[in-house]
Each structure stands twice: as C-alpha cells, then as structure tokens.
C-alpha cells in the first residue's frame, strides 16, 4: 500500500509533467530574451565550441554556460535545437525544485502543507512563466533553492562532514549567472546556523571552505574561457559580476527604483496575491499595546521561539530580497529563489483561512472560477465573430485584430479538451464547496488555478504570441537567401550590449551578422523599416535595392522588417 506521503509526491511529479511538458514547444519564440539565449546553444553544435562559442558573429554569451550546456545536450539527442529543447532546461529546474521542496517540508512541516507548498509554487504566475521559458533564470533559481535545502540539512549536523550535493549546486548555480549563485545561499544558511548559537568563527571558515569548494569546477570553465576570450572575456566578466552589483556599468540594464521589487513579487504571485487581499477583510485585528522596546522583545522572542524550517524560510526570503534591494539592476527573474519559501508560508495561511475564515477562500475561488467561465465566454464570443474589430484602436489595432483572428480562424481539434478543462475544475469547485473537509476547498480552488494555466499553455498563449514571432519573416528570407551570410544593420547599436536581430537571426541558423563589423562588397541586408535612410546616410558608397517587405512588426524591437540586397559601388 502507498504511504500517504509518497503519494503526493507522485501526483505532484505528474502535475510537474503535465503543466510544464506537454505544451513548451507550442509557442514559437516571441520575445528576443528566448532566441538570444538558444542562440548560444546553436552556435556551440554547429562551431564545436562548447568553452566561448561566439554567436551573431561577434557577441559572446554575457552568462556562463552550464544553462547552454543543458539545451545543447539535449538538442543533440532530438537532432535540433528547437522551441522545446531551448526550453526543457528550465522546465526540469523547475520540476525539480518543486519536488525537492516537496520532500524537504514534508519531512519537516508535514506532508500536507509540503504538498500545498509545491502546489502553489506550481502555479503562481512569475515562477510558471520562468519554467516555461528559455532562460536562464530557472535553473538559477533552482539550483539556489536547492543548495539552500542542502546547506540546511548540513546544519543540522552541526556544519559537520562536506556537503557534497550542495557544493555541485552551488557549482551549478555559479555555472549559470556567477558568483551570486554561491553567495547568497552560503549567506542565508550561515545566519541561520549563527542565530541558532553556533559560534561565529567556525560559521566563517565552515562556509569559506564550502565557498572554495564550490568554485573549483566554475573556475576551470573561467580560466578555458580566458584562454580563448582574453581581456574581452575579462571585461564581460567584470561588467556582469560586479559593475552590475555597483550600478557602474557601461550601459543602463533594467534600471529600477527600490519599490519596484515589492511590486513585482505582488504581481509575481498572481493570483494568490488575490486571496492575501480578500483575507484581509475576514481577519480580526487586535489593538497594539506597549511601547516599541516591548515590541521587539516580544519579535526577538518569537524568532528565538520559531520552528527552525519556518526560520530558515522566513530568513530565505528576508535576505535574498534585501541583497537584490542594493544594485540598481533589478529585475522580476531576480527574486525567484524565494518563491518556493513564500509558497510554503501561503500553504500554512491557506490551511489557516480555510480552519478559521472558510469563506475567504470561497470567495477566492468563487472569483476564479467566475474569471474561467469568463475566459471561456469570450473565446465563444471571438470564435463565433461577435467581436468587431472596431474595438481595437490605436498603433497596436492592426496587431490586436491578428490575434482576435488566430483565435478565431486556428484549427481546435482535441484541444477543445484544453478549452473546456477550466469548466470541468470549475464544476468541481462548486460541487465540492459545502463539504466541510479541509482538502477538497484548498484542492479544487487550486485545480482551478492549474487548469487556467493549462488552458493558456495549450491553446490560447501559442495562438496568440506565435503572430508576433518573426519566424515566418526569417522562413522567407530563407527561401530567398537559402545559405551563406546575411548582415544587419541598427541603430540602437550599444557599445558594450550589441542589439541584433536575436529572434530572425536563430531561425536562419545564426546567419545574421553585423554589417559595421565586416563591410563586404555585395551580399544582403536585414535591416527595420526606419534603419534604411541611416544606413544610406552612414554607407554612401553602398547601393541598396529591396528584396523583400515583411509588413511585419518584429518581436525584437517593433519595426518592420525589410531585406534588401546591396553592393559597393566602385
């Protein structure tokens, strides 16, 4: 007979298959952030250079490569890299990490609580978006996470023996972005440990050793790159390591005010953030008394009092979030590592609402249900063209109109299961709410939730973003170039942060390359709509006739992509 505990962890691995599996390969790249990334895995199979391959024929990876390592070993089993190849990597970080997390609460706060943990970090929306993405951010985040739960279990051993599972994961983590990945998790635990009366001095040299161990396979990789890219890696380096951290860099990257990392993890955790403000109003508040010297005493003795997972946590959270308070390159990605320690504390309050104040969460699965029927209405309205296109206005109409279109006119097949699933989880919401049992009202809420994000895995998100990709633009450029070079010409050309043509570029098979960086006499040019007067103005010399207009805003920067041949006049 299966335990209760090992069933949750099967029924979670099956929901990690099937939310983050069936459906990454649909979307056809849309944003430049994914081909950029695929891009460098590309070059790695096609050059053989598995230490510093160079892509867009000048551009060096800006991160280190274990998260191309991963979707080059896999693209070299399926024969390409693909949409679902670039994207597996951080899909399995993220399976992994939910199921990792499973085991460390469940042996430490419960099998239930672990298993709503890994649900909600399942689906909230930052973390699904970054699982199901070409990214490198996931595999960050999980290899982080995981070295958390592993440093944890070290200190519970008193900081006796190495480690050794959470040295490979901090190499990992700093395979994937850098130092940071070895740093901050050596951080948390070590506070940890410290509140916990271990005494300093053995904290410092313990965790130094762990830190050294753990750069020794990254330094090997650094010092083979070095080899190859000399002070032009260096300088790579120092810009994405340090001068990022110090807000010196030579060019502004995701620049961010303070507040901007408290409204990211609000939006990050959508739709539970929905169920926090619904629970306020349900809560019963008490009067605050004593002065402020008797509030901290009664906080100190609270930390002190704290169970030591629920510590760990909450110090996870705490100290990550402040470290990426400091630079001033901020972004949502960042945060992820305290996405699974939030998730546990929303599990602990879910099962508390649904103890104490039951209709809270009603009403929060009253509203999301309520938002599924609406998501499926309007989809009949679309498909049965009842929307005009009248209601679209602006510069972006034309583009709006094309994805009401691809709703509408796209082939459905078995995907109406996909469609109406959110139906079915929503039947069953409403079928199981009078139950007084706990589980069924926190499952179902939650079963509606998965199958929302399912339904816009499956169907509606590939519709809809596949008309911005640039892939049929390239497949016709193709057809007229089939082989051989193409250049590019921007623009908004930065020094140090080079923009390409990221997304036309990986589905010619890294072909693009910059015109001001090799000249030739003849060839052909990629080259936005309104790039064509500079280019004239910057290449006198040059003739241009076009070739070809896309009538295509692309997905990298929003102009319309045109090919035009050239040669140098003599």
């Known amino acids: 007979m299966i335990r209760k505990q090992d069933r949750y962890a099967w029924i979670l691995a099956a929901l990690c298959i099937v939310s983050l ?45 274990l998260f191309h390592w991963m979707i080059a070993a896999i693209s070299s089993v399926t024969g390409a890299v693909s949409e679902y190849t670039s994207r597996m990597p951080s899909a399995l970080a993220l399976a992994v990490m939910v199921l990792a997390g499973y085991g460390f609460y469940a042996k430490r706060r419960g099998a239930e609580v672990a ?52 040295v490979l994961c901090l190499s990992g983590a700093f395979l994937t972005k850098g130092p940071v990945g070895v740093l901050l998790p050596c951080l948390v635990v ?40 000399g002070d032009r890696f260096l300088q790579l380096v120092l810009e994405e390591n340090v001068l990022r951290l110090l807000g010196k860099m030579s060019y502004d990257s995701h620049v961010n005010p303070l507040h901007y990392n408290f409204i990211t993890v609000f939006a990050g955790y959508v739709p539970y953030t929905l169920l926090v403000l619904i629970s306020v109003f349900f809560l019963k508040y008490k009067r605050i008394e004593g002065k402020p010297m008797a509030w901290w005493n009664r906080f100190k003795a609270y930390i002190r009092n704290m169970d030591d997972a629920r510590l760990f946590s909450l110090l996870s959270i705490v100290i990550i979030f402040v470290f990426y308070c400091i630079p001033k390159s901020k972004r949502s990605v960042y945060l992820l590592p305290i996405y699974p320690f939030i998730a546990y504390f929303l599990a602990e309050y879910l099962i508390y609402l649904i103890r104490r104040h039951r209709k809270a969460v009603t009403l929060f699965g009253t509203v999301m249900a309520s938002l599924s029927v609406l998501l499926f209405l309007v989809f009949v309205a679309v498909r049965c063209g009842i929307v005009p296109d009248s209601i679209f206005s602006g510069k972006h109409a034309a583009e709006n109109i094309a994805f009401m279109r691809a709703l509408e006119q796209t082939a459905l097949g078995w995907k109406w299961i996909v469609v109406l699933l959110p139906l079915v989880a929503v039947y069953a919401f409403f079928k199981i709410k009078p139950v007084q049992r706990e589980n069924p ?29 640039d892939k049929p633009v390239a497949d016709r450029i193709a057809e007229i ?45 990629v080259v936005g709509e309104s790039d064509v007067e500079a280019f004239g103005k910057a290449y006198p010399a040059y003739e241009i006739k076009q070739v070809y207009d896309s009538r295509h805003r692309s997905c990298d920067d929003h102009k319309v992509v045109q090919l035009y041949q050239f040669r140098k006049m003599k």
């Open 115 to 166: 298993f709503l943990m890994g649900l909600i970090t399942l689906t909230n929306f930052e973390v699904h978006r970054a699982g199901t993405n070409c990214r490198v951010d996931m595999l960050l985040s999980a290899l982080m996470v995981l070295a958390l739960y592993q440093l944890y279990k070290w200190g519970e051993k008193r900081l006796r023996g190495i480690p050794w599972v959470g």
């Open 21 to 65: 599996f069936l459906f990454i390969g649909e979307a056809l790249f849309n944003t430049r952030g994914e081909p950029r990334e695929a891009v460098v895995a590309l070059s790695m199979l096609q050059e053989g250079n598995w230490v510093l391959p160079v892509n867009n024929g000048v551009e060096l990876a800006f991160k280190p490569p």
């Open 481 to 525: 170039v089939p082989e051989g070079r193409l250049y590019s010409y921007r623009t908004d050309v930065y020094v140090a942060n080079r923009t390409h043509p990221f997304t036309i570029n990986f589905y010619l098979g890294d072909r693009v390359v910059p015109f001001d960086v090799f000249l030739p006499d003849a060839g052909y040019l």
């Open 190 to 229: 070590a506070v940890f440990v410290w509140i916990r009366g271990l005494n300093f001095w053995r904290i410092f040299f313990s965790f130094f050793g762990i830190v050294l161990l753990s750069c020794v396979l990254p330094m090997c990789w650094y010092w083979a790159a070095y080899q190859q890219g």
């Open 441 to 469: 009202l926190a499952y179902s809420v939650i079963g509606i939730i998965f199958t929302i994000f399912f339904a816009l895995d499956g169907f509606y998100q590939p519709t809809v973003l596949n008309v911005k990709s």
